[in-house]
């Protein structure tokens, strides 16, 4: 249990955080002594990071508890807009870092990483709405999102590159848009190239068998990912085109002469474009 959740169990009111002085503080710890004997989730660590919040950290805290998002995310709750109230706070991205690092971060990574693994295509836009506040997390918890969400387009150049395109239920996610928004998050030259390598998998195995739904998902998906290039989001731009071509075309056997054209010349300049920006 983090202190968003626990603020929440005890029923405060959010608008008074502000106000708060001493007399509010014990009454608080009061009430945290009194949930503490019928919910063995409420440890002492949580308990003691609660108060010290509120009495050092009041308009960070208040941030978090008006912001849908984040309280959202840090208490698996799906309020919506009109739940919210709006205080106009002005916290700068460094104080919120702060605040984060502080009580939050271990909860943000593993919350994060527990939702990334269920290759869902909701929990991505959830996270992609997330990311979207990623200026408020500390420096190496992004870093360690990074890691994560690149893990998970290695895995499926690597599956694809081991079964050989037989196989596709462990990489079913790589089918969803949200999946490219979310890595829109990282984009860099380093991803930019693992874009390409995947479209040179998805294209091979979409030439062989041109109604195959699953890699017609995936490249008409592809264009969600906005390239550290912007050439090459010209490509996935063209790519969900002459898929979209072929699709209007079910009686031909064959994938469409334009649309094989276009996906040699897209995997061997890719790789290059990557280069020549780096």
């Not at 990071?49 to 009495?55: E, P, T, V």
């Not at 698996?76 to 984060?100: C, G, P, Q």
């Not at 869902?120 to 709405?129: P, Q, T």
Request: glycine fraction near 2%; charged fraction near 25%; charge should be neutral.
């Amino acid at each position: 249990m983090n202190i968003i959740q626990l603020f929440s169990l005890l029923d405060l009111e959010r608008d008074k955080i502000l106000e708060f002085g001493s007399e509010d503080y014990i009454r608080i710890e009061k009430k945290i002594n009194f949930e503490k004997k019928i919910n063995p989730e409420i440890d002492a660590k949580t308990s003691e990071n609660l108060i010290l919040a509120l009495k050092e950290y009041k308009e960070e805290f208040l941030f978090v508890l008006s912001n849908r998002i984040l309280f959202n995310f840090f208490t698996h709750n799906d309020f919506a807009r009109n739940y919210f109230s709006s205080y106009n706070l002005t916290v700068s991205d460094e104080k919120m870092k702060h605040f984060i690092a502080a009580f939050l971060a271990d909860d943000l990574l593993s919350f994060f990483s527990f939702k990334l693994s269920k290759n869902w295509y909701h929990y991505f836009e959830e996270l992609s709405l997330l990311l979207d506040l990623k200026r408020y997390f500390p420096e190496d918890t992004i870093y360690k999102m990074n890691l994560l969400v690149f893990s998970k387009i290695d895995f499926a150049i690597s599956q694809l590159n081991t079964l050989k395109g037989n196989e596709v239920s462990t990489i079913v996610y790589i089918k969803h848009g949200s999946f490219y928004g979310l890595l829109s998050h990282f984009a860099t030259i380093d991803l930019d190239q693992k874009i390409s390598n995947l479209l040179s998998f998805v294209s091979e195995f979409y030439n062989k068998k041109k109604n195959d739904v699953f890699f017609t998902h995936v490249i008409e998906s592809m264009v969600f990912y906005k390239a550290f290039n912007e050439r090459i989001n010209e490509v996935l731009i063209k790519n969900k085109k002459a898929v979209s071509v072929n699709k209007g075309d079910a009686s031909n056997d064959k994938p469409h002469p334009a649309f094989t054209i276009i996906m040699a010349i897209v995997i061997a300049c890719i790789p290059f474009l990557v280069s020549k920006c780096s």
